[in-house]
């Protein structure tokens, strides 16, 4: 994905569209690295972009996520006679780059890359019904350094509305006091408005 969007910094005509664009994404998050909860979890985000020169432009953007323990892994415990639950919420302050070549034209490809503070919250408890009131719990809050990753391709509705389709790569410092590192991968659809 970083090739791609050095191909896009490099390709593309010098003119972009000098419009301040805001957008909402609403996309299905998978944590591919570092992080226990696999299930696809419903992440949302807002962005604000606005061009620097040419096909180049900054980009800031907050989004969140919460990830949980599939549910065919609570039915395991409830069969064991356990009732167990984890649960991570992840969201993030980021800004960088983005670039947008051919951003005149009706159909055309983007890319992004930021930086930022990602805000870390996890739970997990663990309740043993046959032996009464034995019960372990475990939480732990961090704010951490992170990067953001996002290519896709970009359509003009009407006027000045947009829609894109995207594939993005969160990555993260995981868990507190270690070098750990925990990525979630997000293909999302994005409604933007330039005005």
Known sequence: ???????????????AA?????GFAVGAAVAVAGIALQEPALAVSGWVSRPIGGPYGWRAEVSGVRLQMPDRDR????AAGIVCDAVLDVSSLT?????????????????YATIG???LSASAEALDLRGGSIQQSESWNDSAFGVALGSGVRVRLIGRTTLRAELR???FRFKPGTKHWG??????????VAF
Request: net charge positive; hydrophobic share 40%.
């Open 1 to 15: 994905m970083a090739a791609w969007i050095v191909l896009l910094a490099c390709t593309g005509p010098t003119a």
């Open 75 to 78: 039915f395991r415990c409830a």
């Open 183 to 192: 990525s979630i991968v997000t293909p999302s659809l994005t409604t933007s």
């Open 95 to 111: 800004g960088g780059l983005q670039l947008e070549p051919w951003a005149e034209k009706a159909i055309a490809p983007y890319g």
């Open 18 to 22: 000098q419009d301040t664009k805001v």
């Open 169 to 171: 790569y969160s990555g």
């Open 117 to 119: 503070l990602y805000r």
